[in-house]
């Protein structure tokens, strides 16, 4: 599969705008990732697809359950799944939270070109030696 997925591993896209988890869901999926959207951190929750999860990308302020808080039950439940935080708006706050989580990156504002890289760095295959 390309991309370097394998067949049970998806990028799962959370984000309280329809419109910009689409646009989002279209552009990773145009780089040959499968993708599943979700428009709350509940809804991740309880959709099964978290074993399949390879990589999360997140919007810091979704509403009920926020991006830092599911950043920290994850942990909490010894589920370690990479997440990129997408922000509309420069918050240093949120950026140093998560990181300080375990983040792999805050990107602020959304750059198309920045998150795939983003992604691919992420679920890039470890080298064979």
Do not use: Y
């Not at 951190?41 to 926020?66: H, K, N, Y």
């Amino acid at each position: 599969m390309e991309g370097g997925l394998t067949e049970n591993q998806l990028v799962s896209i959370l984000h309280n705008n329809e419109s910009v988890s689409w646009g989002v869901a279209g552009l990773i999926r145009s780089a040959g990732f499968s993708v599943w959207v979700f428009q709350s951190a509940e809804e991740f929750l309880s959709s099964g697809q978290m074993p399949r999860t390879a990589c999360l990308v997140i919007d810091a302020l979704l509403p009920g359950m926020g991006g830092l808080q599911l950043q920290s039950h994850l942990a909490a439940a010894g589920r370690h799944i990479p997440m990129v935080f997408i922000v509309a708006l420069s918050n240093e706050t949120a950026r140093t939270d998560a990181l300080k989580l375990g983040a792999v990156n805050v990107l602020e504002p959304l750059g198309k070109e920045a998150l795939l890289k983003e992604i691919r760095r992420i679920l890039k295959p470890p080298e064979m030696f």
